[in-house]
């Protein structure tokens, strides 16, 4: 979905690296979500936020931070890369407004290495 | 905790063949239910939703579903799929008032032309 971006879309980093990877949102959505996909597990939530002042854990957060800059942008750090941070990263948006029925919205991903 | 499942890793199906993937989730209360796909290379993009009513609703590309409630399930459905419908499909659950949406593990759809 153009209207949702990630930076950078392919990264290869090494063991111990600090990483960051960004999204955007054009689509004036309040609620962000990090994911990583990894093969055979579907996608599992990382982070997400519901506000700029509201952060919150999702089930597999350990090893990750993030920053909610502003309504459009949601970042997410891997403070020392480690090799089984290796994945796909997706950012959603939805949109509080219809709560309870919040389809999200996925960027293209971030497909990152730790070698 | 809540869970969705789904029990085909990877479907290999010949073009025109008709193809039913399998969803079902363990929540009891009032949910919404999804489906995604993931063509090569690409990212998720939804391919249909139900919120209420009709338990069977159509989406994009010829695709349907059809929520079961007694069986807690959420079938896909295509009559007669095609080789461009090679991806990878996500069926996902949110229990109504909740913005935690939880994935299946997915099921790679290959079709042979």
């Known amino acids: 979905d153009a209207d949702v971006t990630q930076t950078p879309r392919n990264r290869i980093t090494k063991t111990g690296k600090r990483i960051m990877l960004e999204c955007s949102q054009t689509?004036?959505?309040?609620?962000m979500y990090w994911y990583r996909q990894d093969p055979g597990l579907g996608l599992r939530l990382i982070y997400y936020s519901f506000d700029v002042k509201d952060i919150n854990k999702g089930e597999i957060s350990d090893g990750y931070s993030v920053s909610r800059q502003a309504q459009a942008k949601f970042s997410l750090s891997l403070e020392s890369a480690i090799p089984n941070q290796t994945a796909l990263y997706f950012c959603a948006t939805s949109d509080s407004l219809r709560d309870g029925y919040n389809e999200q919205f996925f960027g293209p991903g971030t497909r990152l290495t730790v070698l | 905790a809540q869970s969705v499942s789904q029990h085909n890793h990877h479907v290999i199906l010949s073009e025109a063949a008709s193809l039913e993937l399998g969803c079902n989730y363990s929540?009891?209360?009032?949910?919404?239910l999804f489906w995604y796909v993931q063509y090569p290379g690409q990212h998720l993009q939804l391919l249909l939703k139900y919120f209420s009513g009709d338990p069977l609703v159509k989406g994009i590309k010829g695709f349907e579903a059809e929520f079961i409630k007694s069986k807690f399930s959420f079938n896909l459905r295509k009559p007669s799929v095609q080789w461009s419908d090679t991806a990878e499909y996500f069926c996902?659950?949110?229990?109504?008032?909740?913005?935690?949406?939880?994935f299946g593990s997915g099921t790679r759809l290959s079709i042979r032309p």
């Open positions: 996902a659950v949110l229990r109504r008032g909740s913005s935690k949406i939880i």
């Open positions: 689509k004036g959505h309040d609620r």
């Open positions: 929540y009891g209360g009032t949910v919404n």
